[in-house]
């Protein structure tokens, strides 16, 4: 089971549950899928805020997670470890 830990900008702490599965979609290293992501939220990429998306399946639901620049991610295991840092590299 893994766990998507943000950060805010303000210092807040929110985790969402993502299940046995996610899909990690970034701005310039996917920028197909990243388009798709953004038609499918009806989302306009007019500003430099977001870089990339977690995808993950809640029941019969596709969830799309924004990943805003001004916020650190982390990709956790139910155990509470670090799987992966996600957060936006400069």
């Keep these: ?4 830990r943000r950060i805010t ?16 979609v970034l701005k310039v290293e996917n920028k197909d899928e990243y388009e798709e992501a953004l038609k499918v939220m009806k989302w306009k ?3 430099e805020t977001l870089y990339g998306f977690v995808i993950y399946d809640q029941g019969n639901q ?3 997670c924004p990943l805003y620049k001004k916020s650190v991610y982390f990709i956790m295991t139910e155990s509470g470890k670090t799987f992966a840092n996600i957060s936006h590299k400069v």
């Design 1 to 4: 089971m893994f766990i998507l």
């Design 9 to 24: 900008s303000e210092n807040r702490q929110l985790n969402d549950c993502l299940g046995n599965r996610y899909h990690l």
């Design 45 to 47: 990429d007019d500003d």
């Design 62 to 64: 596709m969830i799309y």
